[in-house]
């Protein structure tokens, strides 16, 4: 999957791609089991809400799930992400998040480039997500929020929240979020499982707690150039991974023949 260059200019513009049903029912209906088959997993990767049972957010689940594995090859999220980077790519983080129906906690304001500049010594903001999503995402479970433009600021000040949910996140004050929403707005991108969003690593974003009866699964590959490696190793390698060997795209149909496989 290539990106024109309407799209290239959009996201270096706004900070952002959307980009609907990426991946079909199949796939993603696929990958989702594979998600609740991880999240039921006893492992440290698998980070519980503040209740300490259900699942906020499983990291590195490429190293143990042969879904997530694949997922983390595919071309349709490893080409356009190589484009933009111009360069190869390895995996910096991978997680699949959870914000389970009636349970799933707030993500607050924050940009991803913050933390990995901050904790692991990243260089330059020559990262970014790709994220897919496994469970349809509406107006009610959850959705993402971004601030349009607010990449183009560099890193913003922030304060260690170790206190608002179970997961410690570097978030951005209320006045700082007030002035770049009166400039950029706040943009919400739902859609069906198997759409995808494209996001700078330093764009401002966030998500608001689900009370829906509605599970939201999203998977989010953090890749960064490989020249731009981290440079600090404070984290855990399960969340902020040490391997910066390029990744190498699998074959189109990589999930498909995974289910073809468990079928035989
Ligand atoms: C994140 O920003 O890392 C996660 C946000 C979400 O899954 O809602
Ligand atoms: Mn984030």
Redesign the pocket.
């Known amino acids: 999957m290539q990106l024109t260059t309407d799209q290239l200019e959009q996201f270096d513009r706004e900070g952002y791609l959307f980009l609907p049903d990426v991946f079909t029912e199949t796939e993603s209906a696929l990958l989702n089991r594979e998600a609740q088959r991880v999240f039921a997993m006893d492992r440290k990767e698998v980070v519980r809400e503040k209740d300490g049972k259900t699942a906020r957010t499983a990291f590195a689940a490429q190293h143990y799930n042969e879904g997530f594995r694949r997922l983390g090859r595919h071309p349709r999220l490893l080409e356009p992400v190589k484009q933009i980077l111009d360069g190869d790519v390895y995996m910096h983080q991978y ?1 699949v ?1 959870a ?1 389970a129906a009636f349970n799933g906690d707030v ?1 607050q304001w ?1 940009q ?1 480039y913050g933390t990995w500049s901050r904790d692991d010594l990243m260089p330059e903001a020559r990262a970014m997500n790709i994220a897919l999503f496994l469970e349809d995402v509406t107006e009610f479970n ?1 959705a ?1 929020m971004f601030i349009p433009r607010s990449h183009k600021g560099g890193v913003i000040d922030a304060g260690h929240d170790v206190q608002t949910t179970s997961y410690p996140l570097w978030t951005i004050d209320d006045e700082t979020i007030t002035r770049l929403v009166d400039e950029g707005g706040i943009v919400s991108p739902k859609g069906r499982a198997g759409s995808v969003i494209m996001f700078h690593s330093n764009l401002v ?3 608001p707690s689900n009370m829906s009866p509605y599970d939201r699964t ?1 998977v ?1 590959l953090s890749l960064c150039h490989v020249n731009n490696h981290i440079r600090q190793y404070k984290r855990p390698e399960w969340v902020a991974e040490r391997d910066f060997t390029p990744l190498e795209s699998l074959p189109d149909d990589c999930l498909l023949t995974m289910e073809n496989a468990a079928a035989e």
């Open positions: 997680k998040n914000k993500w924050h991803d959850g993402l974003h966030g998500s999203i989010y």
